[in-house]
């Protein structure tokens, strides 16, 4: 399981929404996103304090990415102290607005017991939400709560199925697991799951 680090978020959707933000408080919306970009600019120079600082700033006015980019800067110690509770809070803020990564990194949280109690039933319910929104490493997350049985009864299907697209989304590994799973199945078990996996893709995921 990973944490999605800032970088990988891409400077131009945070400037976007930070621009969205801005024209939500009635701020001048050129200083708004140039200081969204100093904060991006700082975090990639790791100068973590300064970015920390004007991310923070940017979280405290609503920024579900700003929310997320202060979670993993709690989480990595960078910055600031590291701070699991901390955190978990950040992300669950910016996953409540519906981002997916945090809303992985918030399963992740709860499946690990970081910063809250470990709590299975929480991790899965946030896997679920972000996978339906595409995101490759959730959906490898619910594919192995599937295969393992954790909070949901083990289904090789739906977890062939999950491991399927999450691979399809570029998740690390999730073919072997997908590969290996399917020495487990029937011819058949693996026509249903590649069936559901067609079925899920045409719904862009959503009520899978």
């Known amino acids: 399981m990973m944490f999605e680090s800032a970088e990988k978020r891409g400077e131009g959707r945070m400037q976007l929404r930070s621009v969205i933000i801005a024209l939500a408080i009635g701020m001048n919306t050129g200083v708004f996103a140039g200081g969204f970009d100093d904060a991006s600019a ?10 920390f600082s004007r991310w923070m700033f940017f979280a405290e006015q609503g920024s579900s990415d700003a929310q997320y980019n202060i979670g993993l800067m709690y989480f990595y110690g960078q910055g600031v102290r590291r701070d699991y509770a901390q955190a978990a809070k950040w992300y669950l803020v910016s996953a409540q607005q519906g981002d997916a990564y945090a809303q992985n ?3 992740m949280m709860y499946h690990q017991g970081y910063g809250v ?11 679920r939400l972000a996978a339906e929104q595409g995101l490759g490493e959730a959906q490898h997350n619910l594919a192995r709560y599937y295969h393992k049985g954790k909070s949901v009864l083990k289904d090789h299907v739906q977890a062939h199925a999950w491991f399927n697209l999450a691979a399809m989304n570029g998740a690390v590994n999730a073919a ?10 029937t011819p058949r078990q693996i026509e249903e799951a590649q069936k559901f996996a067609r079925d899920c893709l045409s719904r862009d995921y959503k009520g899978c």
């Open 117 to 127: 109690p470990q709590d299975y039933y929480q991790a899965l319910k946030w896997y």
């Open 105 to 107: 990194n918030i399963g």
């Open 42 to 51: 700082a975090y990639g120079a790791k100068d973590y304090r300064t970015a």
């Open 176 to 185: 072997q697991e997908r590969d290996a799973l399917a020495e487990e199945m």
